[in-house]
């Protein structure tokens, strides 16, 4: 039987891509008991019940990193999103969302990023 962690871990790997989940877990001795508490619980108790599926879930982690001005966590979400089956239209009309209520220097910031990560995947797509 899998454990609540291992279920988290696979989630957490799935939605923010294998490479960054595995390097940011070992990147040093003190890291790694910080990256197992958020493993356990954003990934453990955020993101494995059923009630949402993982598209809502990052559109709404979008929203929250975007309305939040943390730049880092939303180019990683986004990409998260597009993961999940996101579109282009899913993800603009979040952000342009949040331009409203959180402010527009973070909405510009964050669309601005999101076109980066929507470029990465139609080029890896084409690939």
């Given at each position: 039987?899998?454990?609540?962690f ?6 957490r790997r799935k ?6 989940v595995n390097a940011?877990?070992?990147?040093s ?7 197992e508490?958020?493993t356990n619980?954003?990934w ?27 730049l880092e966590?939303?180019?990683l979400?986004v990409?998260?999103?597009i993961?999940n ?5 899913e993800l ?5 969302h ?8 973070r909405?510009?910031?964050a669309m601005?990023i999101?076109?980066?990560e ?5 080029e890896?797509?084409?690939?």
């Open positions: 039987m899998e454990s609540k291992d279920k988290a871990l696979e989630v939605v923010l891509g294998t490479d960054y940011v877990m070992v990147r001795d003190f890291i790694a008991p910080f990256q508490f958020v619980f954003a453990g108790e955020g993101w494995v019940d059923e009630a949402l599926d993982l598209k809502t879930r990052s559109l709404i982690t979008v929203a929250i990193v975007t309305s939040l001005g943390q966590e939303v180019k979400h990409a998260g999103a993961r089956g996101a579109t282009a239209a603009g009309a979040v952000i342009k949040c331009a409203i209520y959180a402010g527009i220097a909405g510009v910031a601005n999101a076109d980066v929507l470029a990465k995947a139609r890896a797509k084409d690939k």
